[in-house]
Every structure is written in structure tokens, then in C-alpha cells.
């Protein structure tokens, strides 16, 4: 009778921790690309919008710019939080922090909330400054048919 010998796989835990690890390096590419965002954001309502809108407009204008500003705050904390986790996930990779594993898991599931949440947010803000600035753009192609 043969008996079979299993194929020598190449250990789960580090495959496992290589996964997580480009899975970080996805979540900071993602939160610098909003920053971007953010920066762009931040000069559309600031220099071209607030000075268009009406009163009421105006507020809303700058609630959004005001939630830009904090976004902006909580993602550069956040891209620091996650760089320092993607600095332990190297090290794990190394195995020099083996008895840690569990910890570092737990800890990308809340960074993994974290971004998800932040991210969410973000787009909800865009959304309405888009709205927003659609909003006035139509009010204003409208005022200038009118005075033709």
C-alpha cells in the first residue's frame, strides 16, 4: 500500500500576514488619494463656491468645508495609525513578533473598521458638496439666461 506525503505548503501564518500586510498598504494609498481629494475639495468651496452662494447656501458651504477640515484631521491620524501597523506587520513577517499575532489581528479588524468608516464618510460629505456645487452652478447659468 502507498502511502501518501503531503505537499509541504508554504506556512499559513505568513501567508496570512502578507495578505494583511498589502491589505495595509491598499488602506494608505486609499487615504492619501483623499487627501488629495480633500485638498481639492477644500479650494473648490473656499475659493470658488462660498462666493457665489446665496445665505442659505453659504452656511451649507461652510459646514461642508468645516467637515472637509475634520476629515482631513481624523485621516492623517488614521494613515498614522495604520502605518505603524503596517511598521509590526513587517516585523511580524520577520517573525520577530510571533507571540504577538493575535494582538496585530485584532488590531487590523479595528484599523479595517476604522477605514471603512472613514471612507464612508468621506464619500457622504463629497456627495453633498457635489450637490451643493451643482445646485449653485444651475442657479447661476439660470441667472445669466435671464439677464440676456
Known amino acids: 500500500m502507498k502511502t501518501l ?3 509541504q505548503k508554504t506556512p499559513f501564518l ?10 495595509t498598504n491598499k488602506w494608505i494609498s ?6 488629495i481629494e480633500q485638498d481639492f475639495l477644500k479650494e473648490m468651496l473656499s475659493e470658488h463656491i462660498i462666493s457665489l452662494c446665496e445665505m442659505e447656501n453659504f ?3 461652510k459646514l461642508f468645508l468645516n ?4 476629515e482631513e484631521k481624523l485621516g492623517a491620524k488614521l494613515l498614522a495609525d495604520i502605518q505603524d501597523h503596517k511598521m509590526n506587520l513587517a516585523l511580524l513577517m520577520e517573525n520577530i513578533y ?3 499575532e493575535d494582538d496585530f489581528r485584532k488590531k487590523h479588524e479595528e484599523i479595517k473598521i476604522e477605514v471603512f468608516n472613514y471612507i464612508q464618510n468621506f464619500k457622504y460629505i463629497k456627495e453633498q458638496v457635489f450637490k451643493l456645487v451643482l445646485h449653485i452652478m444651475k ?3 439660470a441667472q445669466k439666461l435671464l439677464s440676456k
Request: hydrophobic share 35%; net charge positive; aromatic share 4%.
Open 59 to 61: 452656511k451649507t458651504a
Open 30 to 35: 486609499e487615504i492619501e488619494f483623499i487627501k
Open 98 to 100: 510571533l507571540k504577538k
Open 67 to 70: 467637515g472637509v477640515e475634520h
Open 14 to 23: 505568513k501567508d496570512g500576514i502578507e495578505v494583511l500586510h498589502a491589505k
Open 5 to 7: 506525503i503531503p505537499k
Open 139 to 141: 442657479k447661476e447659468k
